[in-house]
């Protein structure tokens, strides 16, 4: 800015004298500096510029306006990636991101818009439209995973409203009983902790039936060569709706089944037989088939089991979901732990223990987009904006998964973890001879091993660009995907391919 500017400035606002523990000092605002906190997202606005995935974000996006005066639409966008980015949880939010000196113009925009006109730049979305869009979005963050044999799993989480918004309606909440709520039915593939889709419904929605019918039509839509290889889920999806519904398109699934009274007669059946076997964890299983009265046919089922120990063998109360508790004659204080599996597939009882086990990173998922990312808030009276808005936030967590991974691919860092390794750092912009240059002050004690990652993370992305000019922007996301989940497609994330009949037969 130049010393005269800097001086001119202090004598207008003035400077205020404050004693602090290491002796005085004189503060003093300065409105007009380019500085950031968000310092290191230079780098992910060059993986997203690299990628494709924003520009062409931007250009689909069925937002229109005919006032000259009106917001642009990249604007807009560009306010609500920041924003997500950010780990803001409210519209008012943005109001703290709406001075950032450096990162509009990066994102190719003037400044960014207010809380208000992001609000209503959603209200102008059709709902259809939009959610087409941001569908069309979300599965290009995936598709070129999908050749690789994957697992698909199905969840509902529920988020806990305190207003009068559309929707708002007091069903399932096991945490809030009696609460208004929305549902967030989500599916994702397992391993690399992508969103695949996700939908708010009102709180009363939270079974698989008001979910399922949009998820078979997805299914349907992917090439054969693209479908998962199993599909996974809790006791919600047990029903026969569901199993009848994949066996119907020769879908491998394995779900968890409740325990009714014919599964408790089964477990009876089964406790005192030779056959149990080593399940993995403290668990042991054994096999057999049922046919409940409300199934179309005989399904095979792995029983399990665990010892009780501590706390959980001298209570005497039973949970009919989880416990169920029978003593031997011999070992009067053995208690057990079931859970019954119904599945499709032939893997034999350790695998399939094992792979529902695995099935509990689902909630990690949920876990970490409620709380560290959007799907906690961004509430709105209407619930059509709700559902624009929550696949917006699974769009742009899966933008930065794949860039955190790029940096780190051999393991998923959350964004309480990633945030302040790969994005946060206070950046100051100065410009001279026609060069714009941003330094950069980290405050993390990892300072000098983010540098060499972000350093090398930028080199990647140069060589890419340089030697893939002619790549289109699909062909250029999947080198990408390609190297950061390199582990995810050499071991393969899903279970082994199922025989066919010919390998069967032999």
């Known amino acids: 800015m130049g010393e005269a500017p800097r001086k001119a400035l202090v004598r207008q606002n003035g400077a205020i004298a404050l004693d602090t523990f290491g002796g005085r000092i004189h503060v003093e605002w300065d409105p007009a500096a380019a500085v950031t906190p968000l310092g290191q997202l230079p780098f992910f606005i060059e993986f997203l510029k690299v990628s494709g995935v924003f520009e062409a974000w931007v250009t689909d996006c069925p937002l229109a306006y005919h006032s000259n005066h009106a917001s642009d639409k990249r604007a ?24 950032d000196g450096i990162h509009p113009e990066l994102l190719g925009v003037a400044h960014l818009v207010s809380e208000d006109a992001a609000r209503r730049a959603l209200a102008r979305i059709d709902e259809s439209s939009g959610v087409a869009w941001l569908d069309r979005h979300l599965a290009k ?4 995973l999908l050749t690789t044999p994957w697992i698909l799993d199905l969840d509902a989480t529920v988020k806990c409203l305190y207003g009068k918004q559309e929707g708002a309606v007091v069903g399932y909440n096991p945490k809030k009983p009696g609460r208004p709520s929305h549902s967030y039915h989500s599916a994702w593939m397992a391993n690399t902790r992508l969103a695949l889709a996700v939908d708010v419904l009102p ?9 399922m019918p949009g998820i078979w039509a997805w299914l349907d839509a992917l090439p054969k060569k693209a479908r998962p290889a199993l599909l996974r889920g809790d006791v919600a999806y047990g029903s026969e709706s569901v199993l009848r519904e994949a066996e119907a398109r020769d879908q491998p699934y394995l779900t968890k089944l409740r ?31 049922l046919m409940l009265s409300g199934w179309s ?12 120990t501590g706390e959980m063998l001298m209570t005497e109360k039973d949970d009919d979901q989880e416990l169920l508790a029978f003593i031997e004659s011999d070992v009067p204080t053995k208690r057990y732990e079931y859970a019954v599996l119904v599945t499709s597939t032939p893997y034999e009882i350790l695998a399939l223990a094992q792979l529902y086990r695995d099935r509990a990173d689902a909630e990690n998922n949920f876990d970490e987009l409620k709380n560290q990312w959007g799907w906690g808030g961004f509430t709105t009276q209407d619930l059509a904006r709700c ?16 860039f955190v991974r790029l940096a780190q691919p051999h393991k998923h860092f959350e964004a309480i973890s990633s945030r302040p390794l790969l994005l946060h750092g206070v950046a100051t912009q100065t410009q001279h001879a026609g060069q714009t240059r941003l330094t ?67």
């Not at 950010?86 to 519209?91: C, F, N, P, S």
């Not at 963050?141 to 070129?144: A, E, G, I, R, S």
């Not at 002619?470 to 050499?490: C, G, H, N």
Request: no cysteine.
């Open 387 to 402: 559902r624009l808005m929550a696949r917006m936030v699974a769009l742009v967590y899966n933008w930065w998964t794949l």
């Open 440 to 506: 950069i002050t980290s405050l993390h004690a990892k300072q000098s091993a983010i540098q060499a990652v972000l350093t090398n993370l930028a080199g990647f992305l140069r060589t890419l660009k340089a030697t893939a000019e002619q790549w289109t922007d699909a062909e250029r996301l999947r080198a990408i995907l390609t190297r950061a989940f390199a582990k995810f497609m050499l071991t393969t994330a899903g279970p082994p391919a199922l025989p066919t009949s010919e390998t069967a037969a032999t």
């Open 259 to 289: 325990l009714t009274k014919n599964v408790k007669h089964l477990i009876k059946t089964l406790f005192r037989s030779n056959e149990w076997e080593e399940a993995g964890q403290g668990w042991e299983g054994v096999e057999d088939t």
């Open 141 to 144: 963050t995936t598709q070129p």
């Open 297 to 308: 046919r005989a399904r095979r089922v792995i029983v399990l089991r665990r010892p009780l």
């Open 76 to 99: 807009v966008l560009a306010t609500l990636l920041l924003s997500i980015l950010a780990g803001h949880h409210r519209y008012a939010h943005i109001t703290a991101i709406r001075h």
């Open 203 to 211: 709180g009363n929605e939270t079974a698989p039936l008001h979910s």
